[in-house]
């Protein structure tokens, strides 16, 4: 059996009791793209193709994929739900970090907008949107795929925290967390206006916050026009080789404190996500896809590949130390959540050393501290 049948046979065993599809085709066809994706590590629709064991030419194999992206009675979140909720079924108990981020791809001209949830020191895809166009981007274009996230975690874990960078300006998006129910930790430009309750108002960068120290506000008013009561910490970054220091403010529904600082800190290691998509990963940057709706359908089969490796990459930390050796060559972790699981799928599969693992859809609740040098 060749290892692109033996990848596509373990993860229709999984998939198909829960996705309906009218026509089996549509599944099959999307399997098939996950496969590919797994095996070339890549988002190109060429190389998808290679890996396919039929018996035409590329082009024909291409074309596949093309009329799988092009099926308009493809519903993106139809497929996905019902395996994230698979996926998330011992999640209950847990304080969901979610965060927003945003990539752009082919020059600038689609902008991709990501909901994940933290998992171990990566994320895995909640929901996502692809608006054409770059710049920022106003509350109203993402809100749908928000609130679609938030009807869906709302029975499935104990609370969400949102947490989003300075790209995402504007007392909208804060206001919106809290009509989800959310609480947010929300970086902020630090020439922003703050009004302090015995009326002095000044832009953050002007706050008396020397390089090193931090300094905590509770209960101020965001911008000029005082639209958002809330509450700020304040600290520096401490730079590299390649960044200055620079002024980082954050505000937040809870009280300020460090921990708000530290949550944020976090999120800055989470974001290597979007690493293991682009050149360490499925290479998502140099997609060729110029229509919203086929780079969104495009993104479900990456996210059901993202899902896996994290499975993987979990089994690999829970298992005896020699099998994260066998592919993780340091005396101590040096390789990703998702890098673990992709390189031990590949290690099953070429090697013949150990089975084709199953597609269980088992992600448990999983902190780890990060890299000092991520990969």
Not at 341 to 347: A, M, Y
């Amino acid at each position: 059996m060749s290892s692109s049948q033996a990848l596509y046979n373990r993860i229709m065993l999984r998939v198909e009791p829960l996705v309906r599809v009218t026509n089996r085709k549509q599944l099959r066809n999307w399997v098939w793209i996950i496969v590919g994706i797994l095996l070339s590590e890549s988002i190109a629709l060429s190389q998808i193709a290679t890996m396919f064991p039929l018996p035409v030419s590329a082009e024909a194999r291409v074309t596949m994929i093309r009329r799988w992206l092009n099926n308009r009675k493809i519903d993106v979140w139809a497929f996905y739900e019902p395996i994230l909720a698979a996926a998330l079924q011992g999640w209950r108990a847990v304080n969901a970090e979610v965060m927003l981020d945003g990539v752009s791809v082919f020059g600038d001209r689609m902008q991709i907008f990501r909901l994940s949830l933290r998992h171990g020191n990566r994320a895995i895809p909640l929901g996502w949107t692809v608006i054409a166009g770059k710049g920022l981007t106003q509350v109203e274009k993402v809100e749908p795929m928000l609130r679609r996230v938030a009807l869906f975690l709302q029975p499935r874990v104990k609370r969400v925290i949102f947490s989003a960078d300075r790209g995402f300006r504007g007392c909208e998006w804060p206001q919106l967390c809290l009509q989800l129910g959310w609480h947010y930790d929300i970086r902020v430009a630090h020439n922003t206006y703050v009004t302090f309750s015995d009326g002095r108002r000044c832009p953050i960068n002007q706050l008396p916050v020397n390089p090193g120290a931090r300094r905590y506000f509770q209960q101020v008013q965001l911008t000029q026009d005082q639209q958002l009561l809330t509450n700020l910490s304040v600290t520096w970054t401490e730079g590299d080789a390649k960044n200055q220091p620079e002024l980082l403010a954050v505000i937040s529904d809870r009280k300020a404190c460090r921990t708000r600082l530290l949550e944020y800190g976090e999120r800055m290691d989470i974001e290597q996500s979007f690493r293991d998509d682009k050149s360490a990963g499925f290479d998502m940057a140099h997609t060729r896809l110029l229509h919203v709706e086929r780079l969104e359908r495009l993104l479900l089969a990456l996210a059901i590949a993202t899902l896996w490796c994290h499975e993987l990459g979990e089994f690999v930390l829970t298992s005896p130390d020699s099998v994260r050796r066998a592919i993780d060559p340091g005396h101590t972790r040096q390789l990703s959540l998702f890098q673990l699981g992709l390189r031990w799928l590949k290690r099953c599969l070429f090697t013949q050393l150990d089975p084709v693992p199953f597609f269980l859809l088992l992600i448990r609740p999983l902190a780890l501290a990060p890299l000092s040098n991520s990969s």
